[in-house]
């Protein structure tokens, strides 16, 4: 069965500081797609990034970046230099590929707070 | 396109009253996804719909639960009678194959 884990219920940050989110996730397909979602205290859940599971190099966007190892099953999401507007509450995600995007199975979530 | 819209954003219903959510997904999506998030089991699909057709409703939780999809522009999700562990916040989202889905604002339900 496929199973995301999010260890880090919440943390709790000052602004500035960098920040990983860890994600551990479990699928016994040996392709997949991993995502990232952010909800802010809006409400609505941003996308931030999709990653085949063919691709481990690691991404930078930013502010953020991401960090795939196909051996641990890890997805992990950096956030540097921290502000303010980046506390929400972040999703980590998986589904099959060859499937619908949007068949997700979510991770509890990490809340993030930052403060000023 | 102006993302996924759901209605109504807000929703409060006394127990027993039937209860419809709105979704509209984007323009040439084919998938269109109905979620429910809620503090005790977070995220979870309901239901999904392909061209329409529905094709997964492994997640929706009882036979009060119903969803439909009557054309490519709407879809609805029926709760009759509605309960108070029914209360949650009700995600539409659409996507085309293999792309990231959309997710809608969501529409945060109340049944006291």
């Known amino acids: 069965a496929q199973k995301v884990t999010q260890a880090q219920t919440e943390i709790s940050v000052v602004e500035k500081e960098d920040v990983t989110l860890d994600c551990v996730y479990e699928?016994?397909?040996?392709?997949?797609?991993l995502f990232w979602y952010k909800q802010p205290p809006s409400g609505e859940l941003v996308f931030l990034i999709r990653?085949?599971?063919?691709?481990?190099q690691n991404e930078i966007s930013g502010r953020y970046s991401w960090n795939f190892q196909k051996s641990t099953s890890s997805f992990n999401f950096t956030i540097t230099a921290s502000q303010v507007v980046d506390s929400a509450v972040y999703f980590c995600?998986?589904?099959?590929?060859?499937?619908?995007?949007?068949?997700?199975?979510f991770g509890q979530g990490t809340e993030l707070s930052v403060k000023p | 396109d102006a993302g996924v819209i759901q209605s109504p954003r807000h929703e409060v219903t006394e127990m027993g009253q039937e209860v419809t959510l709105r979704c509209k997904p984007i323009?040439?999506?084919?998938?269109l996804f109905w979620y429910r998030q809620t503090m005790m089991r977070g995220l979870e699909l309901l239901i999904y719909?392909?061209?329409?057709?529905?094709?997964?409703d492994s997640g929706m939780p009882e036979d009060r639960f119903s969803a439909k999809m009557p054309n490519a522009s709407f879809s609805t999700l029926k709760i009759q009678p509605s309960e108070p562990r029914d209360s949650a916040v009700y995600f539409c989202?659409?996507?085309?194959?293999?792309?990231?889905?959309?997710f809608g604002q969501g529409t945060r339900l109340t049944v006291v």
């Open positions: 719909f392909n061209n329409n057709v529905p094709i997964d």
């Open positions: 990653r085949n599971s063919f691709d481990e």
């Open positions: 995600a998986l589904s099959e590929v060859g499937n619908q995007g949007g068949k997700l199975i």
């Open positions: 989202a659409s996507s085309s194959y293999r792309t990231e889905a959309f």
């Open positions: 699928t016994r397909d040996t392709t997949y797609y």
């Open positions: 323009s040439g999506h084919d998938y």
